[in-house]
Every structure is written in structure tokens, then in C-alpha cells.
């Protein structure tokens, strides 16, 4: 039997047990998975080299390493992007959130934003100390650092706190556009804060592309508790299409 037939096998056995959306949340939340596992592998046998110093230098002048491409308008700006993955800027986004949710009387969303964003950061951390990679030492740094490089704690964050946040935020929202509008938002900003941690030369591209990977199946496993939740009550379902939209 072919893999293509194989996987189509597996879904149709497994879809009256799960929803669709539950199956295709469970099937990324593992590619993910394999993703991050497939990367912290390689990091540690040193495979990863090569690539992460080719795109380290390729965002810096050939001829002065410790120069940014671009006008130095373009640095401040990575500064200012890469503050949106910071500690202090996801915990204010939370609880600006989380505030919202809890004045429209959606104390189950509230708790599982906030639980969602303890519990990333949490383990963000545990990750870290575990594999304990240094910081790329090719260049100077463009931002203060504090903690080891694998994975990207503002890529990981990032992802966990704006995808989640947008997803609980849209799901009280009726209109399909502003719903739309509402996750691109949070996907952008996952996306620049962690670009912006390779351009300042604080984090190897495997950290990101780990911290994303991380970042995404944590949110999206808050998604399915979301699912769950609402099945037993405890979240408001979505309100349907505004017809006049």
C-alpha cells in the first residue's frame, strides 16, 4: 500500500472519532512535533552548522560582519519588532486580552489564555535548559540576552501568545473578515519577531524555525482544550457569520 493510501486509510478510520478541524489540528500539531524533533536532532550532531552561519552572514555586510544589510533605520526597526516577542510586551498583550475576555463574560477563554501563555513560557524555559546551545558568536549582538539559544524563547512565545490570543479573540467575533484579519495579524507579527531575532544576531535560524515549530503545536493543542471545553460547556461556542457580511 502507498503512503498516499495509507495516510487516506488512517484518516477515514479516524475521522468518526474526531471532527474534521480536531483530525487536521492533530495532524499539524504532530508535524510540528516531528519538525522540532527533526531540528533539535540535527542541532546537536552539529548538521545545522553550515545552514545557520550561510543565513547569519547573508543578513550582514560581506565586508563588515558586524553591520546589519540595510540602513540603520532597518536595524532600529528589528529592535523595536523584536520587543513584541519580549517578556514584558506578551505579558501586557495577555492581560490586555485576557481583560477583554473577562468583561464579555468569557471566563473559560480568559483562563485558558492565561493558562496557555504560563504554561508556554514554562516549558519554553525547560526546553532551553535542557539543551543549553550557546548564542551565535559570529557577530555582535543587536539585542541584551539572558538565557541559552535553543529554541528562540521570542519565536516560540510569539507564537504561542498571538496565535492563541487571536484565536480566542476571533472566536467571539462574528464577522468572517475581522476573524481573518484577526489571525494574519498574529501570524505577521509570530513571523517578524522571529526573522527579526536572526537579523540582530541573537539566535542561529534553526533556534526560530524550532521556536515557531514549538510555538504553533502549543497553540494549536490550546485549540483543541478550546474545542473540548466548549463541548462540555465550560467556552461559549462561536457565534455563526454575521448574515450581512
Not at 169 to 187: D, M, N, P, Q
Not at 227 to 239: E, H, K, N
Request: glycine share 10%; proline share 5%; hydrophobic share 50%.
Amino acid at each position: 500500500m502507498s503512503l498516499r493510501r495509507l495516510a487516506r486509510s488512517t484518516l477515514d478510520r479516524a475521522r468518526p472519532l474526531v471532527g474534521r478541524r480536531a483530525l487536521v489540528a492533530l495532524l499539524v500539531i504532530s508535524a510540528c512535533g516531528w519538525a522540532f524533533a527533526q531540528l533539535a536532532d540535527e542541532m546537536r550532531e552539529g548538521e545545522t552548522h553550515g545552514f545557520d552561519v550561510a543565513v547569519l552572514l547573508a543578513l550582514r555586510d560581506p565586508g563588515d560582519p558586524a553591520d546589519p544589510l540595510g540602513p540603520g533605520w532597518v536595524e532600529e526597526f528589528a529592535r523595536d519588532v523584536t520587543a513584541l516577542g519580549g517578556t514584558g510586551v506578551l505579558v501586557m498583550v495577555t492581560l490586555t486580552a485576557a481583560g477583554y475576555l473577562w468583561l464579555t463574560g468569557r471566563r473559560g477563554a480568559t483562563a485558558l489564555a492565561l493558562g496557555a501563555a504560563a504554561s508556554g513560557n514554562a516549558v519554553s524555559m525547560l526546553l532551553k535548559g535542557g539543551f543549553d546551545r550557546p548564542r551565535p558568536d559570529l557577530v555582535p549582538h543587536g539585542a541584551v540576552t539572558y538565557t541559552s539559544s535553543f529554541p528562540s524563547a521570542h519565536a516560540m512565545m510569539a507564537a504561542v501568545v498571538y496565535l492563541t490570543l487571536a484565536v480566542m479573540l476571533a472566536r467571539v467575533e462574528k464577522r468572517r473578515r475581522v476573524r481573518v484579519y484577526i489571525l494574519t495579524v498574529a501570524i505577521v507579527l509570530t513571523l517578524l519577531v522571529g526573522t527579526s531575532r536572526v537579523y540582530l544576531g541573537v539566535h542561529w535560524p534553526t533556534d526560530v524555525l524550532a521556536g515557531w515549530a514549538a510555538g504553533a503545536g502549543w497553540a494549536l493543542g490550546c485549540l483543541l482544550v478550546a474545542a473540548w471545553l466548549q463541548r462540555r460547556g465550560v467556552i461559549a461556542p462561536s457565534p455563526r457569520d454575521d448574515p450581512e457580511e
